[in-house]
């Protein structure tokens, strides 16, 4: 009845290695359930994040499409304001589309809109056209593949026709009457100097002529250059005529400045006045449209960046 120690180790033996069998057994399947979940989890995973890059490109592009359509009706105010449509001029042009954008990105889409629904109807126009087109050209064009995304011309065309509205031209007729009558006082006031300082000079050598005496030659010289800096620094400079300055010495001491504003080693007054007339009517669109508070810290920063 009892079983010999010889056949006790045997089944002993048997038994060990039957459970050593089936640990194995028990590991191996448990180790592929763990691989084929940790398979499912990685997929889940991978489709999650394929999932968030293709919502970031939507609204990547989503809110692309809303800076363009941002972008046209500013600039569609500032370039009626400069006269510029179908100029040819390609370098203003640039140089006026790089300061709508740095306008935008400065002050951001979402601000800007938000801003404009409640103010004058021009810009609540402006904010209910690029949230409206911006749906239909999201919902229309292929948003999920950025590769394919496409505006149709059709959608073009018509946020141009709705865009075409009288408070455009209202607004760029009185932006380039304002731009007009600050250009005209400083040409004036620069014409006025001109023959004050002309008027100085000519009695000075006339002086200076008519007298042998050292002394005196010198004391109608230093006077004559007292007047013409009285001149100079009487009066408090306008706005433009703070931008026609500042660009100006700029230009004197900024080499890249140099090669666009100096013609023969002599400042080319004609550009300088040119270029701020650009940034001068841009300002005054800002301020005529009430896009952005354009107050005197604002008008000191433009001032700066001139230096």
């Given at each position: 009845?009892?079983?010999?120690?010889?056949?006790?180790?045997?089944?002993?033996?048997?038994?060990?290695?039957?459970?050593?069998?089936?640990?194995?057994?028990?590991?191996?399947?448990?180790?592929?359930?763990?691989?084929i979940r940790n398979d499912e989890v990685q997929s889940i995973y991978e489709q999650q994040s394929l999932n968030n890059?293709?919502?970031?490109?939507?609204?990547?592009?989503?809110?692309?499409?809303?800076?363009?359509?941002?972008?046209?009706?500013?600039?569609?105010?500032?370039?009626?304001?400069?006269?510029?449509?179908?100029?040819?001029?390609?370098?203003?042009?640039?140089?006026?589309?790089?300061?709508?954008?740095?306008?935008?990105?400065?002050?951001?889409?979402?601000?800007?809109?938000?801003?404009?629904?409640?103010?004058?109807?021009?810009?609540?126009?402006?904010?209910?056209?690029?949230?409206?087109?911006?749906?239909?050209?999201?919902?229309?064009?292929?948003?999920?593949?950025?590769?394919?995304?496409?505006?149709?011309?059709?959608?073009?065309?018509?946020?141009?026709?709705?865009?075409n509205i009288d408070d455009i031209d209202d607004a760029s007729q009185m932006i380039k009457t304002r731009v007009s009558?600050?250009?005209?006082?400083?040409?004036?006031?620069?014409?006025n100097s001109k023959e004050e300082i002309k008027d100085i000079i000519a009695q000075s050598q006339t002086k200076i002529?008519?007298?042998?005496?050292?002394?005196?030659?010198?004391?109608?010289?230093?006077?004559?250059?007292?007047?013409?800096?009285?001149?100079?620094?009487?009066?408090?400079?306008?706005?433009?005529?703070?931008?026609?300055?500042?660009?100006?010495?700029?230009?004197?001491?900024?080499?890249?400045?140099?090669?666009?504003?100096?013609?023969?080693?002599?400042?080319?007054?004609?550009?300088?006045?040119?270029?701020?007339?650009?940034?001068?009517?841009?300002?005054?669109?800002?301020?005529?449209?009430?896009?952005?508070?354009?107050?005197?810290?604002?008008?000191?920063?433009?001032?700066?960046?001139?230096?």
């Amino acid at each position: 009845m009892f079983t010999s120690s010889k056949e006790y180790l045997n089944l002993c033996f048997e038994n060990q290695n039957k459970l050593e069998r089936e640990a194995k057994l028990n590991e191996s399947a448990i180790t592929e359930a763990v691989k084929i979940r940790n398979d499912e989890v990685q997929s889940i995973y991978e489709q999650q994040s394929l999932n968030n890059t293709k919502r970031g490109k939507s609204a990547k592009i989503r809110q692309e499409v809303k800076k363009a359509l941002l972008f046209e009706c500013v600039y569609t105010v500032y370039k009626k304001s400069l006269g510029l449509i179908n100029s040819g001029n390609h370098v203003n042009e640039s140089m006026c589309k790089s300061f709508v954008n740095e306008f935008i990105d400065e002050n951001g889409v979402e601000v800007l809109l938000s801003s404009f629904k409640s103010k004058t109807f021009m810009l609540s126009e402006f904010a209910r056209l690029v949230n409206k087109y911006t749906n239909i050209v999201c919902e229309k064009s292929n948003v999920e593949n950025p590769d394919n995304f496409s505006i149709s011309p059709e959608e073009k065309d018509n946020f141009y026709d709705e865009l075409n509205i009288d408070d455009i031209d209202d607004a760029s007729q009185m932006i380039k009457t304002r731009v007009s009558a600050a250009v005209d006082d400083f040409l004036s006031d620069n014409l006025n100097s001109k023959e004050e300082i002309k008027d100085i000079i000519a009695q000075s050598q006339t002086k200076i002529s008519d007298t042998s005496n050292s002394e005196l030659k010198e004391s109608y010289q230093i006077q004559a250059k007292r007047k013409i800096t009285s001149i100079r620094e009487r009066k408090t400079k306008s706005i433009f005529e703070s931008m026609v300055f500042n660009l100006a010495k700029t230009s004197i001491l900024n080499e890249d400045m140099k090669k666009i504003y100096l013609k023969n080693d002599k400042l080319d007054m004609d550009k300088i006045v040119e270029t701020a007339n650009l940034i001068y009517t841009f300002v005054e669109t800002l301020s005529t449209c009430n896009m952005i508070n354009v107050d005197e810290a604002y008008l000191a920063s433009v001032l700066d960046s001139l230096k």
